[in-house]
Structures are given as C-alpha cells and as structure tokens.
C-alpha cells in the first residue's frame, strides 16, 4: 500500500516581529509626549500674553489681567502707535540696519578674501585680532566708544550708532565669510589665474558666487543686531530725530505708568519686519553657521 507523503509549504511567510518589540514599538513614551508639552507651553504662553493683551485696553488688562480672553478686543492700541512717532523710528532703524549690512559685507568678504588666499602671517595675524574682537563686549568698551564719537562729532546722529555697530558685527561675520570661502575648491581658483584673472577678477567672479550662503549668513546676523541693537542707540543719541525703534517703546513708559498693551503692540509691529527677514533666510543662516568653522 503506497503512501503519499504530503510536502511541507515552503512558501515564505512575513516573519513576525516578537512579541517583546511589538509591544515596545505600541507604547507611548510618555516622559518624551510631557516634556514636548510643557515647552509648547513655555514656547506658546509668552506669545499668547504678548498678542491678548495688544488686543485690550489699558482699563481692561488691569482689571481682567494678562492671561485672560479679550471679550471687546481692539485695534486702538495699534491706532495709537501708528499715530505716533513709530514710521520715523522704523526709518531711522531701516537707516541703520541697511547701512551696518552693507559695511559689514564689503569689508567682511575682502578681510574674508585676504585671510583665505594670503599665504603670509599677516594675514593670519590680521585674521586672529578680528577673532579677538568676539572676546570684547560691548558694555566693556562703551565708555571709549562714547569719547571716540564725541571727539568725531558724530554724537546723536545715525552714524554714531552705524560704525560701532558694525564694527562689533564684523568679527563674527568674518569668521563665517571665512569658513564659506574655504570650501571652494583650489582649482577653481588656480585655473581662474591661469586664464590671467586678477585678484579682484577672481573675488567678483567666483568667491562671491559661491560664498552667497556665508554672506546671506552675515547679512541676516547683522540685521538682526542692527535692528536690535540698544545700547549704542542709548548712549550715543539724545533727540527724537534720531532715535530707533529700541528706543521708541519708552514713548509708553512714563514716570507714574506703563501703558502695557500700546508698549506691546510697538514690540508687535517691530518685530514683523525683521521676523520676516529671518524667516526668508533661515535656512541660509542655519547652513553658514554651520560651515563657520571651515574645513
């Protein structure tokens, strides 16, 4: 009597995962899901208060306090900084951030050049005291400052807050412009002078093009100092002719009170044009910080 011997299924299955993993992989990390939470909080909360409150009036944010729900909300408070001095501070800082970017850049790609293509010490020496200057801050040379402007005769004007504020922006932006400058390829330089290209040639004509992440970098950096920037703005100006944005919010600090929502909504129509600067240019500035330090 014959038998039929029956043949296993060796047909591939999709192996499953074991019991231990799968139960890994459906659990909740709760610690991760309460720590993400509370810094929404941390994140969103400031905000909430910051765009509440320019939504109330002065009487009403007293009464009800920052945390709670507008139930009239206004737009007076906006009204109100509109009609003020606010488009000749927002003027004068433009002024000033467009000035110190463009001095900060001119000078920044050359010294950046120089460093990158000069063989000598010099250039190295020049190179090490403009990272010195990331060691000195500001408040520590502010009394000097103050005398070298006044000795100038620039005291209360827009360029007795543009130089300095350059000047303090420019050894960061140095250092960036040099490390996007290392990248490019010694080939490119060397068949550019053999085609007879001057240095100029070749800083116009390749450098530039190809450092635009690193000088997209040092621009939105000095914009965002510049449009800042406080310090200098107090020290060195007096009149309201020539005062920044920084400065304008004490037009609602008084001796006695604090118009809190007309102060929050000045910080609110401030902030829009450089946040919108920053967030064009994000990425170029996470890229050059991150290729500062060169190869």
């Excluded at 929404?40 to 320019?54: D, E």
């Excluded at 490390?179 to 068949?191: K, P, V």
């Amino acid at each position: 009597m014959t038998r039929t011997l029956e043949r296993p299924d060796t047909r591939s299955r999709p192996a499953r995962p074991a019991h231990g993993s799968r139960r890994r992989r459906g659990r909740p990390n709760l610690p991760a899901g309460a720590a993400s939470l509370l810094w929404l909080v941390i994140i969103a909360l400031p905000l909430y208060v910051l765009l509440t409150t320019t939504l109330q009036s002065r009487d009403a944010y007293f009464d009800r306090g920052p945390l709670s729900v507008p139930t009239e909300p206004t737009l007076d408070n906006y009204r109100r900084v509109l009609d003020s001095s606010f488009f000749t501070y927002l003027l004068n800082t433009a002024v000033v951030t467009v000035a110190c970017v463009a001095i900060v850049l001119v000078l920044g790609v050359c010294v950046g050049y120089a460093v990158v293509r000069a063989r000598g010490r010099g250039a190295q020496r020049m190179f090490q005291m403009f990272l010195l200057g990331l060691a000195i801050p500001a408040q520590a040379v502010i009394i000097p400052v103050f005398l070298l402007i006044t000795k100038l005769e620039l005291y209360d004007s827009l360029l007795a807050v543009i130089l300095p504020t350059a000047a303090f922006a420019l050894p960061v932006s140095v250092l960036i412009l040099a490390g996007s400058m290392r990248d490019i390829d010694e080939e490119l330089y060397e068949s550019m002078a053999l085609d007879g290209a001057g240095p100029v040639r070749i800083l116009l004509r390749l450098v530039v093009p190809m450092s635009r992440t690193g000088i997209s970098t040092a621009a939105v950096y000095t914009a965002l100092q510049a449009w800042n920037g406080f310090l200098f703005p107090l020290i060195l100006t007096q009149s309201p002719e020539s005062r920044v944005l920084t400065l304008g919010l004490y037009d609602y600090v008084g001796e006695f009170r604090v118009d809190v929502p007309a102060l929050l909504a000045a910080v609110v129509l401030s902030i829009v044009p450089i946040f919108a600067v920053y967030l064009f240019a994000r990425r170029q500035l996470v890229d050059g910080l991150m290729g500062a330090g060169g190869r």
